[in-house]
């Protein structure tokens, strides 16, 4: 177990620059741009401050939220690239013999990869998140003790919205990972085999998949296949039902308060079977590319 | 008196190698007991790397080969536990520090000891702060070296591991390799081209050509066994041909022999007799069928 640690923990090294040090710097830009916006006038310090005293949900959660949404999209794309060219990084950049010489099956090392994509990784890019958030809801702090309307009831309600909003995007986190997961598996086993190639050939992949079923089985034409209606419903996100509600009723109607709630309905709406399914195909996937790696030279 | 028979660290019995239809290793049969420096020598292509691979559990072969009792192929994870190698100094992960690489050995290899390592670093221009990928090649060899001597290992397998390499590194790299990590207990197999450079350590050899095994002694018996004359006179050379050379070559005006298993007092009136350099020997068993049809051990 330690050495799988290990192994994850190598993995956080190599690409924190794009789970970690990257979103970092992003919001440090975000932050001087906010300070200089604050600044110069462009935001006005004490219109600011009333709003987020008396509309803390169009001010704060909205915004909350859409950051959220915002980071999600970024970590949706680096952990594509990540198993589209992580997994094959020990070829690439001719460390593989050295870690041939570890005493750690290929399975493992390919199992550690997979399992940094769904814990330290998106654990990193949500720290950053929460941070992001942390200071977003201080600047509203700041505006209200600048306009003269803080006081400890709107400290506790910038609490209050950053608990919630951390625990919903933390749960949308873990359920979108365990969603996503035999994608990931899939894009970093072909990456395994065809290193970089993985990119195109993952987007092709469900492409050909249905022109094969629609080809050998029939149909109207390769869209209206079981095979692209399958992968269509295991590619939508899953998401509570409340977030239609809050867009068809707009900011004043949400309730900030909302994290426990929207958490147990995302939870109860997932296809845990799906889930279940889609982790045995992960590992058998990651498995096979196991059997490739082991026998393919090294060097 | 009972007696304890030690079991090699390396057997191979008909151990054969395809790439694509082409049969690179033709059923090699070598047995390599513990406590012994191996130099395993030949041309690019021989198949020294390909022998090396099979051993250490990176391709599939056919026949038999058992390391430390074991399947290397089947039980590579468990078997480098107890085996070193450095296949090429430049795969260490370059996005590392030299503490972190450190560290995550610690955690990885159980035989993996920081302290061993640290202290094979002393004396070196290498510090933990550093990143691989900023340390010249011989600082990368130095590194690499310290990692695999700070493996309690029973087997270290080195495949060219001064490829690169300038003169005065190549020759603090064996020195330490030597004086620093090798016991009775512990086995090695070196591949290099710069044969001349190892042959002081080494205890036994291994020629290796097209996938043959071609010489398989150890160097007491190399050095009994052949015997290098150089002859000056022309009406010598007569003779010295009559005693089956294996090689001849002409040098400087001198025509140099190389017999195989001729008593020195039948050459030493033809001329100096002395014994062959490995890289001379080298190049003699290069161009003949085989050194020892006899199988080998």
Same mark, same amino acid.
């Given at each position: 177990m330690k050495a799988f640690a290990a192994l994850v923990h190598r993995e956080f090294i190599e690409h924190r620059g794009a789970f970690f040090i990257g979103p970092l710097l992003l919001v440090a830009v975000v932050v001087a741009m906010t300070v200089l916006a %604050?600044?110069?006038?462009?935001? +006005?310090?004490?219109?600011?401050?009333?709003?987020?005293?008396?509309?803390?949900?169009?001010?704060? %959660?909205?915004?909350?939220?859409? &950051?959220?949404?915002?980071?999600?999209?970024?970590?949706?794309?680096?952990? %594509?690239?990540?198993?589209?060219?992580?997994?094959?990084?020990?070829?690439?950049?001719?460390?593989?013999?050295?870690?041939?010489?570890?005493?750690?099956?290929?399975?493992? @090392?390919?199992?550690?990869? &997979? !399992?940094?994509?769904?814990?330290?990784?998106?654990?990193?890019?949500?720290?950053?998140?929460?941070?992001? @958030?942390?200071?977003?809801?201080?600047? =509203?702090?700041?505006?209200? @003790?600048?306009?003269?309307? !803080?006081? @400890?009831?709107?400290?506790?309600?910038?609490?209050?919205? %950053?608990?919630?909003?951390?625990?919903?995007?933390?749960?949308?986190?873990?359920?979108?990972?365990?969603?996503?997961?035999?994608?990931?598996?899939?894009?970093?086993?072909?990456?395994?085999?065809?290193?970089? /190639?993985?990119?195109? &050939?993952?987007?092709?992949?469900?492409? &050909? =998949?249905?022109?094969?079923?629609?080809?050998?089985?029939?149909?109207?034409?390769?869209?209206?296949?079981?095979? /692209?209606?399958?992968?269509?419903?295991?590619?939508?996100?899953?998401?509570?039902?409340?977030?239609?509600? /809050?867009?068809?009723?707009?900011?004043?109607?949400? +309730?900030?308060?909302?994290?426990?709630?929207?958490?147990? +309905?995302?939870?109860?709406?997932?296809? /845990?079977?799906?889930?279940?399914?889609?982790?045995?195909?992960?590992?058998?996937?990651?498995?096979?590319?196991?059997?490739?790696?082991?026998?393919?030279?090294?060097? | 008196m009972s007696e304890t028979i030690i079991d090699p660290v390396v057997t191979a019995r008909g151990l054969r190698k395809k790439f694509g239809g082409k049969e690179i290793l033709h059923g090699l049969d070598f047995d390599i007991p513990a406590g012994r420096i191996y130099g395993l020598v030949g041309h690019n292509g021989a198949g020294k790397t390909t022998t090396l691979n099979a051993m250490l559990g990176l391709t599939s072969y056919e026949g038999t080969i058992r390391v430390l009792g074991e399947d290397p192929f089947a039980r590579r994870a468990h078997l480098m536990e107890n085996v070193a190698f450095i296949s090429d100094v430049a795969s260490l992960p370059r996005f590392l520090r030299v503490r972190e690489l450190f560290a995550l050995l610690s955690n990885i290899h159980p035989n993996f000891s920081t302290d061993k390592a640290r202290s094979f670093l002393e004396g070196t221009d290498i510090r933990p702060e550093m990143k691989i990928r900023t340390l010249s090649k011989g600082m990368m060899a130095q590194l690499h070296l310290a990692v695999v001597m700070a493996i309690d290992a029973k087997l270290l397998v080195l495949d060219e591991p001064t490829l690169g390499l300038d003169i005065t590194y190549r020759k603090r790299f064996y020195r330490r390799l030597l004086e620093d990590y090798m016991t009775e207990e512990r086995t090695l197999i070196i591949t290099t081209h710069q044969v001349d450079e190892i042959e002081f350590m080494l205890s036994d050899i291994m020629f290796i050509r097209d996938g043959d095994l071609i010489l398989h002694m150890q160097m007491e018996t190399v050095n009994e066994k052949f015997s290098q004359l150089v002859a000056n006179e022309a009406e010598t050379h007569a003779a010295a041909r009559a005693l089956g050379p294996v090689y001849e070559e002409t040098r400087f005006g001198q025509t140099v022999f190389i017999f195989d298993g001729v008593p020195r007092e039948k050459l030493e009136p033809l001329g100096k007799v002395s014994t062959p350099t490995l890289s001379d020997l080298f190049v003699a068993l290069m161009q003949r069928p085989t050194a020892n049809p006899e199988t080998a051990r």
């Open positions: %604050f600044t110069v006038g462009r935001v +006005d310090v004490r219109i600011t401050g009333s709003m987020a005293t008396m509309l803390p949900g169009v001010v704060l %959660f909205w915004p909350a939220m859409v &950051l959220g949404v915002a980071w999600g999209l970024y970590l949706l794309a680096v952990l %594509f690239f990540y198993c589209a060219d992580g997994f094959a990084a020990d070829k690439r950049n001719n460390s593989m013999l050295f870690w041939k010489s570890m005493p750690v099956s290929d399975f493992r @090392m390919l199992l550690a990869k &997979l !399992a940094a994509a769904i814990t330290i990784l998106p654990g990193a890019v949500y720290a950053v998140v929460l941070l992001s @958030m942390a200071l977003m809801l201080a600047t =509203a702090q700041i505006a209200m @003790m600048i306009n003269g309307t !803080a006081a @400890m009831s709107s400290l506790l309600g910038l609490v209050t919205i %950053f608990w919630n909003v951390a625990l919903i995007e933390l749960v949308q986190l873990l359920v979108s990972l365990l969603w996503y997961l035999p994608f990931m598996a899939l894009v970093g086993a072909m990456a395994v085999v065809v290193g970089r /190639w993985a990119i195109p &050939l993952s987007l092709l992949l469900p492409t &050909l =998949a249905a022109t094969v079923e629609w080809v050998t089985l029939g149909g109207l034409h390769p869209f209206e296949t079981r095979t /692209w209606h399958y992968l269509s419903y295991r590619a939508t996100m899953r998401e509570a039902g409340m977030v239609d509600t /809050w867009i068809a009723d707009g900011p004043m109607g949400v +309730d900030v308060n909302s994290g426990v709630a929207y958490a147990l +309905d995302l939870i109860s709406r997932i296809d /845990w079977l799906q889930v279940g399914i889609g982790i045995a195909f992960a590992l058998g996937v990651l498995y096979l590319a196991s059997e490739y790696r082991r026998r393919a030279a090294a060097n | -």
